[in-house]
């Protein structure tokens, strides 16, 4: 499996500790940088990356909409 970089982009100081906190409790390398404006900032986490799109529950789909 391999692991890729997700950012988000644009966090106040608050919104990046609350993201931060919400990673590492799940055991996700996290990496906190300034960004270009200095009152901001972009937290990036590790993430591994899979070959498709996660299916939904087939319980939530009705046969009219397929």
Not at 4 to 18: G, I, R, V
Not at 33 to 46: E, H
């Amino acid at each position: 499996m391999r692991m890729t970089w997700f950012h988000h982009l644009n966090l106040t100081t608050e919104e990046a500790t609350q993201l931060i906190t919400a990673y590492q409790s799940r055991n996700v390398k996290t990496q906190r940088t300034l960004s270009a404006d200095p009152r901001l900032w972009v937290v990036s986490a590790l993430l591994p990356e899979y070959a498709s799109e996660p299916k939904g529950r087939s319980q939530y789909q009705q046969r009219i909409w397929q």
